[in-house]
């Protein structure tokens, strides 16, 4: 046996890693990223802004200006926090890590984010996953007995949830709330596409943060998410977060966007009224089933035996478009496809390629 398998934790040995295909040559629809660029005179202002950047130096840990912008373009309430994290996915590790006492439990739908579960798992946690209605939709009743069971330290809800593309009912999250003794948090990766927020409400529970990402309104390639809530929670959580996590570049080119915030609006809108037409026009296709979509992604089911989404996938692949094959990730999802929303050419050449591997 090599040293790094006498080593290695078994659990991690057992898991893959996180993999991303190469889009190389592709229509790119498969990871939610916005599919607009910065128009050039704002490229060129960011282009600016990190020539002048003082690449020799550390980051300042706090970040504080763009905190600030943050808080005033993203409606913080006014006594809340906001936290900083290389994107979302070091929020997760660094709130996990905070609530880590041995023998505590985290707890959320299922399937959901992935990487609440992985988080978990690192941190020597038990993870609950609840299973959703076969439609996707959340059963209160049967979640909050697995929180009153379970008593979990934290609780993700994902609003809207990934990959399902659904938004849970307001109602059922606020009794999960009431009936949580531990943390939860609200996930709003998607919140430009959807209805509704928690942000504005942080103030009226006294267990509650929410998390956000900049990642699907243009700045994927940056890497900046961010966590608000009452201070009590935020300090916590900052003495096991990174102190140079965000680095000046981030730092310096989300200022100049949040400043143009408006430019990132405008595109969101685009993609919201792009995701009705992509909808309507899978409905039509008799071999799906389409399902309710709060996000900036669509997913759909292939009927037909196992195996079924993997032939569509393989073909869409050939045809020079790629999207996301979730079978295999969860027996909730087998023939399922997501597909990303992009520019109404892209999408013109995805529902061309996807109803000639449907023939």
């Given amino acids: 046996m ?9 659990e991690i040995q057992a898991l893959a890693a996180y993999h ?8 790119k629809l498969d990871v939610m990223e916005s599919p607009y660029r910065l128009p050039e005179w ?15 130096r550390y980051p300042i840990p706090t970040a504080n200006k763009l905190r600030g912008l943050i808080k005033q373009t993203m409606g913080v309430p006014a006594g809340c926090e906001v936290l900083l994290g290389n994107g ?15 023998g505590a439990v985290v707890l959320a739908p299922s399937p959901s984010f992935v990487i609440f579960q992985m988080a978990a798992m690192f941190q020597h946690l038990k993870f609950v996953g609840v299973p959703l ?34 938004a ?48 699907k309104i243009g700045m994927a390639g940056m890497r900046l998410g961010y966590v608000a809530g009452k201070p009590e929670w935020i300090n916590e959580f900052d003495k096991t977060r990174p102190p140079y996590n965000i680095n000046v570049m981030t730092e310096a080119v989300a200022i100049k966007l949040l400043e143009h915030k408006a430019v990132l609006d405008e595109q969101a809108r685009a993609i919201l009224a792009e995701r009705e037409v992509v909808a309507a026009e899978l409905r039509k296709l008799p071999q799906l089933t389409v399902y309710p979509s709060a996000t900036n992604f669509v997913l ?17 692949k050939a045809a020079g478009v790629l999207i996301k094959n979730l079978s295999g990730g969860h027996p909730a999802l087998e023939n399922c496809l997501r597909i990303t929303i992009g520019t109404p050419e892209e999408d013109r050449a995805m529902l061309a390629a996807l109803k ?4």
Wanted: aromatic share 8%; net charge negative; proline share 5%.
């Fill in 88 to 102: 979302s996915d070091e929020c997760i590790t660094y709130i996990t890590t905070a609530i880590g006492k041995p």
């Fill in 133 to 166: 209605n076969d439609d996707f939709s959340l059963d209160a009743d049967k979640f909050i007995a697995a929180v009153k069971e379970h008593q979990p330290a934290l609780t993700w809800i994902a609003y809207p949830n990934n990959p399902t593309g659904n």
């Fill in 356 to 359: 000639a591997a449907l023939r």
């Fill in 20 to 27: 991303v295909m190469d889009a190389s040559g592709l229509v």
């Fill in 168 to 215: 849970f009912a307001v109602k059922d999250i606020e009794r999960i709330i009431a009936a949580a003794s531990g943390l939860v948090v609200i996930d709003e990766a998607y919140q430009p596409f959807a209805d509704g927020s928690f942000m504005p409400r942080l103030n009226e529970f006294d267990n509650v943060v929410v998390m956000r990402t900049v990642s």
């Fill in 300 to 316: 759909a089911r292939v009927a037909g035996e196992k195996g079924a989404a993997a032939k569509v996938f393989d073909a869409m």
């Fill in 42 to 56: 704002l490229a060129k202002e960011v282009g600016e802004v990190v020539a002048n950047l003082e690449l020799n």
């Fill in 2 to 10: 090599s040293t790094a398998k006498r080593i290695i934790r078994p």
